[in-house]
């Protein structure tokens, strides 16, 4: 009796797993683009809300419609879950006639829906999320990494930390993959450009208190407090730090910091800071421009993440007319091959491992009395050539031989 | 310099502090849901989102009514203590008949609507709150820099938790809380006002959380997330001490705070869940917690 009863649960299971018949797609007329991002933990202030508006403004830009077909826009939230994400992206897949998705803020999430993106192949533009597998180990044909990544802020932060004579490091680092990847990244730019690491602690994700972890770093005798954590766990210990005072001695490089998170800490807490952005509002007159429309309705300057979704929403939409069709593969194959050219990028390009290539921006955070108006936070030390930023392709990505 | 087991004994005294600093939070977090667990036998899963209310009580009431730190550290556990009591007479008191599950489910809803509330309008980024100027600076102990603030927090936690023991096991009103908790209707019968006792134990226990996150605004970010992060590891630090358990709650979390500040330096990894691995020895081998009774 009971080994029946198991099988109508598995049978109950199967069908749900299935879903309905895919009778309930899209009409055929419409371009539908999905957003699943960090809509209510943690990374919710780097993109979430804010992004959606920027995929909304690209959407106005281009004009309302592509092909003389409506664009629909679908968001869900995958609470850093990667199951959730993976299994929303293939209900829209399955369902809704997803056609493209934007997604990203945690590397976890990200992998996972990649992974659906390939089976599905539906072109998936992950952004905000760092780890820089998703386009190594991680890859797959229909992943594009927009924005940044953790080789580009290795690059970026430590060249210019070690440049600046901080020699000897100690890492701080989120215990995840992309803490770990983060942390790999920099120690190898350190290591080549003449400085060492002399030891590192991994902390768990959202730790409540960071002076234990502060204390060690500040035993160890390095020069520099490097962050290689992001959002709430970033914050908290950079603040712990100067509360410690062991900003005092140490100097302190934050490997992935938003602007966001520099408006939280208050300026006089983040001032002297190097770190490596992807987008600033307050760059050019196209920036700013596109900054003003976005604070109208969102109350805040956008991230690189926005700027980033902006790009992305306006870069596939120009590949679908190109094509004259939202055939993945066709556009796929147009993505690759087309420069960017908007207000986030100028002369971007998709690589064959699915890396955006385009200018990093080192930034160095203004002290209070140097900042003249709101949101007035980085000087721009140095623009790093996309090449140089994202590095050569590294061979792991079988679509990109070495 | 000296070392134990490798360890320098600097080092080993750092983390003591550190780990004390840390345990008054929980001692303090975790006394609050032992009160109300104590004498309702609710389960207050809306407690980590009352310790972020009491922060941004603090925090708006800084921004835009220009009340300092100390007015703050008496007026927001007093403000959402109220809401508390509030929401005692509303909903909570609705469910006593049934199951504790009933209580338990009833709060966690109640957190994840103050979180999602608080969320909407303050974003997930958080805010800084300035550290009162008075308590500004380092103490410089020889082996360590304790930040003045720190050590105000151990402070404030000491006080306030042999306060509420001495007034819950040595006072009148303590004895009349526990009668009430013993046989409610026979106290009734006496003319004490049970319902009213009850929701002021709830306000009560409240008001402790509020104060935890008001001393906590100063030296973590004030965002919507604080409380929940922390709630799940004070429910285990009750679970330790005994549930309900007055003494337990302030002895296992200030001893909590001392061992996982031990792991941070040990196996880093480990320390998020080592409070759980000793939660677990504990019920295996004394199901009702350290300080529970059987």
Known sequence: ?402 | MTEIFGVPVAVILGQLMLGLVNGSFYAMLSLGLAVIFGLMGVVNFAHGAFYALGAFAALLSLQHLGINYWAALVLSPLLIGLLGIASERLLLRHIYQLEPLYGLLLTFGMALVIEGLLHQYFGASGQSYPVPSALRGVFNLGFMILPIYRAWVILVSMVVCFSVWYIIECTRLGGTLRAATENAPLLQAFGVNVPLLVAVTYGGGVALAALAGVLSAPVILVSPQMGSSLVIVVFAVVVIGGMGSILGAVVSGLSLGVIEGFTKVIYPEASNIVVFLIMALVLIVRPAGLFGKE
């Open chain 1, 1 to 402: 009796m009971k080994s029946l009863k198991s099988v109508w649960a598995a049978a109950a299971l199967v069908m749900a797993a299935l879903g309905p018949a895919p009778a309930a797609f899209a009409a055929a007329d419409e371009v539908v683009i999905g957003d699943i991002d960090d809509f209510s933990g943690t990374y919710a202030d780097v993109g979430g809300n804010g992004a959606v508006e920027a995929i909304h403004m690209a959407i106005a830009d281009f004009g309302g419609t592509v092909l003389g077909k409506k664009i629909t826009v679908l968001t869900a939230d995958h609470q850093n879950k990667p199951d959730i994400g993976a299994s929303k992206f293939r209900e829209w897949a399955d369902q809704s006639g997803l056609t493209a998705l934007l997604g990203g803020s945690n590397t976890g999430v990200s992998i996972a829906m990649a992974k659906v993106a390939a089976t599905k192949k539906i072109p998936f533009f992950a952004i905000g999320a760092g780890g820089s597998s998703l386009t190594n180990e991680d890859c797959t044909a229909y992943t594009v990494h927009y924005a940044y990544d953790t080789t580009a802020l290795a690059n970026g932060t430590a060249t210019t930390v070690v440049q600046n004579g901080g020699k000897s490091w100690f890492f701080l680092t989120a215990d995840y993959a992309f803490g770990t990847q983060l942390q790999t990244a920099a120690s190898k730019v350190v290591e080549a450009n003449g400085g060492k690491t002399l030891g590192a602690v991994r902390v768990p994700l959202g730790a409540s208190d960071f002076s234990s972890f502060l204390l060690q770093a500040q035993g160890s005798g390095a020069q520099v407090l490097a962050l290689a954590n992001a959002g709430e766990d970033f914050s908290n210990s950079l603040k712990a730090a100067n509360e410690f005072g062991i900003t005092k001695k140490m100097k302190p490089a934050a490997l992935l910091t938003f602007i966001t998170n520099i408006d939280s800490l208050g300026l006089a807490t983040a001032q002297g800071l190097y770190l490596t952005d992807g987008f600033y509002w307050d760059l050019n007159d196209d920036t700013r421009a596109f900054s003003k429309r976005f604070f109208e309705k969102i109350k805040k300057e956008p991230t690189m993440d926005d700027g980033g979704y902006y790009s992305a929403t306006l870069t596939y939409l120009k590949a679908v007319k190109a094509v004259g069709s939202t055939d993945a593969d066709k556009v796929m194959a147009e993505l690759k091959k087309t420069k960017i050219n908007d207000m986030f990028a100028k002369g971007g390009y998709i690589r064959a491992d699915g890396v955006m290539v385009h200018d990093m921006y080192v930034m160095q955070v203004k002290s209070p009395q140097e900042s003249k108006y709101p949101w007035d936070y980085y000087r721009l030390l140095r623009v790093m050539k996309g090449e140089e930023a994202f590095g050569p392709i590294t061979g792991l990505c079988s679509l990109a031989p070495k």
